[in-house]
């Protein structure tokens, strides 16, 4: 089951290269049906998917009821062409909390490329042998743009980056969970943008302090997601392959097993110190690839004009174009 947003927020099913809109074939469905999606998707459905994700077990079956019977129903079913699709988050109220040099072989050449060392991949593993946590940092959901959507950085960076990376939606939250305890109710394509002039000592910081406000990732559209959400499908997110393609040329392609910390793992050490919720997102970090590797004088720099394309496998391709940022 694929699960879109589209227009002004408001919740679909991707099907066939159509988008089915629930809140019109919900109507259609046994009074229980439609009472638990009237329930948990109110009104136009544009609203938190919060509810439907607690709540899964409900909604489901009534879900998979408009996907079997509302096809052929060209009133309730629009091509998906006819629409503008938007990030697929479930409330912008969640917290997005993405993994930092989470594949060694990306961390490898980006952490040379910044200080001029030399590691070697099993350096970053022997890390989490050794009981050092996973790092990272926090996305605001206002950077968040969805598919077929301009991305720019502010005006002046010179060295802007691309990341495609997997961001899996939490099916349960609370407070010291555990490895076992973690469930996935969906994935998406997420591309991690980044301007990284302060990494390679270019014009002025945009931070200091003992704190870091991670403005390098969380600036207007310096985040993209999409085109849906996969739910219900027979896909092992510890398990998918990424790839990345700038105007047709394959820079990054991954798997999220190359990942040194895992998402279960992951989510287990957060929950140590905030309850996490059902709908949080957790973004898997990436792996090699990206401009930042070919160092500061490298040829995989994004420039205006640039198309784009983060696939994930089972949920689609993201596509985004760079615009001219010095206009921003």
Not at 72 to 94: E, F, G, M, T, W
Not at 199 to 218: D, M, T, V
Not at 248 to 273: H, N, P
Request: aromatic share 8%; proline share 5%; with cysteine.
């Amino acid at each position: 089951m694929k699960l879109v947003r589209y227009n002004n927020g408001v919740t679909g099913l991707l099907d066939n290269n159509k988008i089915i809109d629930i809140s019109a074939a919900r109507e259609r469905l046994s009074t229980s049906g439609a009472e638990v999606l009237r329930s948990l998707l109110p009104g136009n459905c544009g609203g938190s998917w919060n509810d439907m994700i607690a709540h899964w077990d409900e909604a489901r079956e009534p879900l998979g009821d408009i996907l079997n019977s509302a096809l052929d129903n060209q009133d309730i079913s629009h091509p998906v062409d006819s629409i503008k699709l938007v990030a697929p988050l479930p409330d912008r109220r969640n917290r997005i909390i993405a993994l930092g040099a989470n594949v060694a072989a990306h961390a490898v050449n980006a952490f040379k490329a910044i200080t001029g060392e030399d590691y070697t991949e099993d350096h970053f593993h022997k890390e989490q042998r050794d009981g050092l946590p996973p790092w990272g940092f926090t996305i605001m959901p206002e950077t968040v743009v969805g598919t077929e959507t301009e991305v720019r950085p502010e005006a002046g960076v010179k060295k802007f980056d691309y990341e495609v990376e997997v961001g899996v939606i939490l099916a349960r939250g609370g407070r010291k969970i555990t490895e076992n305890d973690f469930s996935v109710w969906g994935f998406t394509v997420w591309n991690d943008l980044s301007i990284r002039d302060p990494r390679l000592g270019i014009g002025p910081p945009i931070h200091r302090g003992a704190f870091n406000w991670a403005l390098e990732k969380n600036f207007d559209t310096g985040n993209a997601c999409g085109p849906c959400v996969v739910v219900d499908e027979d896909y092992d997110v510890n398990n998918l392959r990424c790839i990345m393609r700038v105007n047709g040329e394959v820079r990054q392609d991954w798997s999220t097993s190359d990942m040194i910390y895992g998402f279960a793992e992951s989510a287990a050490y957060l929950s140590r110190y905030i309850e996490l919720a059902p709908g949080d997102i957790l973004c898997s970090g990436t792996g090699p690839g990206t401009a930042i590797e070919s160092g500061v004088d490298g040829d995989r720099w994004l420039k205006p004009g640039d198309q784009l394309e983060a696939e994930v496998h089972g949920v689609g391709i993201l596509k985004n174009v760079v615009g001219n940022w010095e206009n921003s």
